[in-house]
């Protein structure tokens, strides 16, 4: 209110200096007395315009929008995902999630200046929102997705989704080169040291020793042997991992076959199978749905109970699927490794497996040829009780069925 | 600006001469890692858009150049604002020479031979992931006007010194024992030496953070080794 009267001071200021100047002039005294009430009518119409506005509408606007951002800010304040509340460009509240991915002074910033990345700011540019990837954000390696959505006409949310165990993931396939040369170096320094210790002294050991010695050199022999041919199956299956495959194959008879393989000379088996009740025709790769079934049925009876029984079956489900199931009765597996056993090398209990001679590529080519047979790979498992695999194969025409 | 100003425009301004600081800097520091990437894989495109993206950094200094002369010419900016205007006029010079040794890296791309074989080309990412860190983290210190993250930045440009040094002997070496990889190796002493050239221009971006926040100078400090953690 004080700001309306100082306002109007200089304007009196110059009426009364008008007025004194007019007189001087010896004007009639009617031409004064109209220019002064001209002049004051339109000071009070100026104050009166300019005055009220900002103490009616700008606290109240203030206090809407403080509300507003208020209740936002607490909205999106506990969720895990990382929200930015922006306006223009400018972030106006980023959740707790979003302040320790990205920092807390991003609250009140410039998005060019908080966000920083030129893909990230092209999102902010796009009239429409949408989203983009991107790399490096937060740091050299970072990799996130961010997704720009209209509040309503004033406000935009930026959602950040971490991409990061993607980039993980990619980067464990340039690990992988890595991985196998020292997975095949392990071996190989152990028959180099066995053959160099025997041709050093090739007197000096008894016939018993010796005969150690070289069962451990073909072991280890064995074992390179087999990681090499998992690493050629599975680079064969990565370069046809888009062409699939075109064979006809009763799976039934087929698995049949494979579970009679695990049959010793004397009739004894760990292995139960229960056929399907009718032919089930896959389209498939003989050779690798047999390499599917022997992995699988190998890593039952290696890490289920050596005395109870491996069960395999095979049915029809309802939707065209040829379900089979291969459960062992063992340890079992804990639930934070499961979903990284089809990784390649990745052991849930390392010293074991290399006892048991695996390679630690078996799961990762039954994933690769269950996804090259547009199938499902499933595994369950309770500790203690034991581990079943289900492998999903949609069933083609079964009366066609050849092999 | 915290507090804000009469003239709503003058914080305007600032705004707008900070987010095209903070534009500058995205594109400086996807320069740098793009353009090691070119130079690691020898990919060619990825060495033109680093070049290209170039023009942009180059468009925006001038761009900050102007904004800064319009506002010393109409607000007068006086005490934290004069320096914030100072410091981003200077913080533009350093990020533009920061895109060009970046855009320098990446025309080398293309004259480094027999890249699978030839080792020392391995050391370089790591130097780059260090003086690319420094380059994202004073360009955070300058978003949060951080003055104990700058005083940081600042310690860190001696891992980065050192890292120049340790390739250029590892260079010289391997051109003494390998001649026919001069001429690569040399490529690569260039690459050290302008990512050594990125690492002082941090340390430089992060002396101006520190004057904005603080009126006070970095460099002038007695002792930087045993600079106190948070400012005085």
């Known amino acids: 209110m004080s700001g309306r009267i100082r306002g109007a001071w200089p304007g009196l200021l110059l009426l009364s200096l008008t007025m004194i100047g007019l007189i001087a002039a010896q004007v009639s005294l009617l031409a004064i007395t109209a220019v002064t009430l001209i002049w004051l009518f339109s000071l009070w119409l100026a104050g009166r315009d300019s005055a009220p506005p900002p103490p009616l509408t700008t606290p109240s606007r203030l206090d809407i929008d403080a509300i507003t951002r208020a209740a936002m800010r607490a909205a999106i304040e506990p969720l895990d995902v990382p929200l930015l509340l922006a306006h223009d460009h400018r972030i106006l509240a980023a959740n707790a999630s979003a302040r320790t991915a990205l920092g807390p002074h991003v609250v009140g910033q410039d998005a060019r200046v908080a966000l920083r990345h030129p893909d990230a700011v092209s999102l902010l540019d796009l009239a429409d929102g949408g989203s983009t990837t991107v790399r490096g954000l937060t740091g050299a390696r970072s990799l996130w997705q961010l997704t720009r959505r209209r509040v309503d006409a004033n406000y935009w949310m930026i959602e950040l989704r971490d991409r990061n165990s993607e980039a993980d993931i990619s980067r464990a396939h340039t690990d992988f080169v890595a991985n196998a040369s020292h997975e095949l170096r392990t071996p190989l320094s152990s028959i180099i040291g066995y053959v160099e210790t025997l041709a050093d002294a090739p007197r000096q050991f008894d016939a018993d020793t010796t005969a150690r010695f070289l069962g451990t050199v073909l072991r280890e022999a064995r074992r390179m042997q087999s990681l090499v041919a998992d690493l050629m199956s599975l680079s064969q299956l990565e370069a046809e991992k888009h062409d699939a495959p075109t064979g006809r194959i009763d799976f039934g008879a087929l698995a049949g076959r494979v579970v009679s393989e695990f049959t010793h000379g004397d009739g004894v088996t760990r292995v139960e199978f229960t056929p399907p009740e009718r032919a089930l025709g896959v389209t498939g790769d003989v050779g690798q749905l047999e390499q599917l079934l022997r992995n699988l049925i190998d890593n039952a009876l290696k890490y289920g109970d050596s005395e109870k029984p491996v069960q395999v079956g095979i049915v029809n489900d309802l939707r065209d699927h040829a379900v089979l199931t291969i459960a062992d009765h063992g340890a079992g597996i804990s639930a934070d490794h499961l979903p990284h056993l089809t990784r390649r090398f990745y052991r849930a209990d390392p010293g074991r497996s290399r006892a048991a001679g695996g390679t630690g590529l078996g799961l990762a080519i039954v994933k690769h040829i269950v996804e090259r047979h547009r199938g499902k ?4 498992s309770t500790v203690g009780k034991g581990t079943t695999v289900t492998v999903r194969l949609p069933v083609t025409n079964i009366a066609q069925a050849l092999v | 600006m915290v507090a804000e100003h009469t003239v709503k425009a003058f914080d305007e301004d600032i705004t707008r001469l900070r987010g095209l ?14 353009s090691m990437e070119a130079l690691v894989t020898g990919s060619q495109a990825q060495a033109a858009a680093v070049i290209a993206r170039d023009k942009r950094i180059d468009a925006l200094e001038q761009e900050i150049d102007k904004l800064t002369v319009r506002i010393f010419a109409l607000r007068a900016p006086m005490a934290d604002d004069l320096r914030e205007v100072i410091a981003a006029l200077k913080i533009s010079g350093m990020l533009e020479r920061i895109g060009d040794y970046a855009k320098n890296i990446a025309k080398r791309a293309d004259s480094i031979i027999g890249r699978e074989t030839f080792e020392p080309l391995t050391l370089i990412p790591a130097m780059a992931e260090i003086a690319g860190e420094m380059v994202h983290d004073v360009l955070t210190a300058y978003a949060a006007r951080d003055p104990a993250m700058a005083i940081e930045i600042c310690e860190r440009d001696a891992k980065v010194d050192a890292f120049y040094e340790s390739i250029f002997r590892n260079l010289v070496s391997h051109m003494m024992e390998n001649p026919k990889t001069i001429t690569s190796a040399a490529q690569l002493l260039f690459v050290a030496r302008n990512l050594e050239r990125i690492g002082d221009h941090a340390t430089n971006i992060a002396e101006m953070v520190y004057f904005a926040a ?13 600079v106190p953690s948070s400012p005085s």
Not at chain 1, 377 to 380: F, P, T, Y
Request: no cysteine.
């Open chain 1, 377 to 380: 790979l499933d595994i369950a």
């Open chain 2, 21 to 34: 600081i903070g534009e500058m800097g995205g594109l400086a520091e996807l320069a740098i890692s793009e």
């Open chain 2, 214 to 226: 603080t009126a006070d100078y970095l460099g002038n400090r007695a002792d930087r080794a045993a």
